[in-house]
């Protein structure tokens, strides 16, 4: 373990710290909103396992957030973020503050069509248009060849996927599994917004997934018969669906029919707090 850790504030300083690693060296790099958790840390891991050089941010990029969005209230703590970083061994984590990511007068977007305004986008339209131009200029300045990202964020991954291909960038998306709770719950930097009984709610998302799956395995095979379920157990516990959705794993396209490989992705609200969960189900 490491007993401090290398803290980069500036786009300049990060442009010159990275043009000093050679050019043999892969780079690992794992963009977050920092408040970081085991699922953040899953992704450190694998960077460390696959890269020579571990490389964090830590931004809560307000261009993500919509308008009556929870930008404001978003937790953070970097002191706690940095000491679980240090016992990481990560070798680098930029920390950059608005003024350096959206100087006055910036002007430039980077949007992924149709696939931003699917699911998610429908009620967080401006999200992924933030997602995508954030993690555009952090791949411009810090130049790793792995992007490491959880499948908590399922659509998340599709939009960039496609950006790093449209753009032709020379980086590589390596997905990581959803961590969860011991009781199922993915963990979410947004879990510290529920209260007791929130908290109890929440695990209705991960109790619809095990409700779907155990109705598919028995031979249920129309999708809004399992849906309708699904909406009813998480209705019971208080939550409110903002969707859920059988979709294409890599298209994201809906699928009309129980066969092959899908993936089912849900957002819900639980109190004034929105989560979103997703998992995999193949059928042969
Ligand atoms: P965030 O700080 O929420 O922007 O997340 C930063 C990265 O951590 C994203 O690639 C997320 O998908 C990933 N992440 C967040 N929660 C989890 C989780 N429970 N399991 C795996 N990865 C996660």
């Given at each position: 373990m490491k007993d401090s850790i290398r803290v980069i504030d500036s786009i300049q300083e990060m442009r010159e710290y990275r043009s000093l690693i050679y050019e043999t060296k892969n780079i690992g790099f794992v963009p977050t909103m920092g408040y970081l958790h085991e699922g953040h840390l899953s992704l450190v891991e694998q960077s460390n396992k696959e890269s020579d050089?571990?490389?964090?941010?830590?931004y809560v990029n307000p261009t993500q957030f919509g308008e009556?969005?929870?930008?404001?209230?978003?937790?953070?703590?970097?002191?706690r973020d940095l000491d679980l970083l240090c016992k990481y061994n990560v070798d680098a984590v930029f920390y950059p503050n608005n003024k350096e990511m959206y100087p006055e007068g910036y002007l430039t977007w980077v949007e992924v069509e149709k696939l931003s305004s699917l699911y998610c986008g429908r009620s967080r339209p401006t999200h992924f248009?933030?997602?995508?131009?954030?993690?555009?200029?952090?791949?411009?300045?810090?130049?790793p060849l792995y992007l490491y990202m959880g499948e908590?964020?399922?659509?998340?991954?599709?939009?960039?996927?496609?950006?790093?291909?449209?753009?032709?960038?020379?980086?590589?998306?390596?997905?990581?599994p959803i961590v969860r709770e011991i009781d199922g719950l993915a963990l979410s930097s947004r879990n510290a917004y529920l209260n007791e009984k929130e908290r109890r709610n929440a695990l209705s998302l991960y109790e619809a997934q095990i409700l779907a799956k155990e109705m598919i395995y028995k031979g249920e095979r129309n999708i809004d018969?399992?849906?309708?379920?699904?909406?009813?157990?998480i209705n019971e516990k208080d939550g409110?669906?903002?969707?859920?959705?059988?979709?294409?794993?890599?298209?994201?396209?809906?699928?009309?029919?129980l066969i092959?490989?899908?993936?089912?992705?849900?957002?819900?609200?639980?109190?004034?707090t929105r989560l979103i969960?997703?998992?995999e189900i193949t059928i042969n």
């Open positions: 050089i571990t490389i964090v941010s830590i009556n969005e929870d930008l404001q209230t978003y937790p953070r703590d970097i002191d248009k933030g997602v995508s131009t954030i993690v555009s200029k952090l791949i411009n300045i810090v130049r908590k964020d399922f659509q998340q991954i599709a939009v960039l996927k496609k950006m790093i291909e449209d753009l032709n960038y020379d980086t590589y998306i390596r997905p990581c018969t399992v849906i309708s379920k699904m909406r009813k157990l409110r669906i903002d969707y859920i959705e059988f979709v294409d794993p890599h298209t994201l396209e809906l699928k009309a029919d092959g490989t899908l993936r089912v992705l849900m957002a819900v609200y639980i109190g004034k969960d997703n998992f």
